[in-house]
Nanobody
Framework: VQLQASGGGLVQAGGSLRLSCTAS????????????MGWFRQAPGKEREFVAA????????STGDSVKGRFSISRDNAKEMVFLQMNNLKPEDTAVYYC????????????????WGQGTQVTVSS
């Protein structure tokens, strides 16, 4: 499975960005809607952190404590894409953001990725 993330960039504090992730190359018998999808991030010198996830249907999602109320996740199964809307960005949101797919379509808690995409850099200036 290939996960291609895009939409990162440089933004001022208080601004917004929308990350997108396009999925392809699913194993035989599986499709985009077979997977929960999510986002993680990793800042320099820090461990990778859960950001947000959404189940296969898009009807249940969750976000990490550090982004709750500012970030939201959504998906479009017809386009095989997942999105991360990031509002009221803060300098501490600066990180490489990774798209991920979990073979469990009804993830619980945080995502347990089966597949990872390449990252996209988000930099928030103060």
């Amino acid at each position: 499975v290939q996960l291609q993330a895009s939409g990162g960039g440089l933004v001022q504090a208080g601004g917004s960005l929308r990350l997108s992730c396009t999925a392809s190359g699913f194993p035989s018998g599986f499709s985009f809607s077979s997977y929960s999808m999510g986002w993680f991030r990793q800042a320099p010198g820090k461990e990778r952190e859960f950001v947000a996830a959404v189940i296969w249907s898009g009807t249940r999602s969750s976000t990490g404590d550090s982004v709750k109320g500012r970030f939201s996740i959504s998906r479009d199964n017809a386009k095989e894409m997942v999105f991360l809307q990031m509002n009221n960005l803060k300098p501490e949101d600066t990180a490489v953001y990774y798209c991920a797919a979990d073979r469990n379509p009804y993830y619980e808690g945080t995502l347990s990725p089966t597949y990872w995409g390449q990252g996209t850099q988000v930099t928030v200036s103060s």
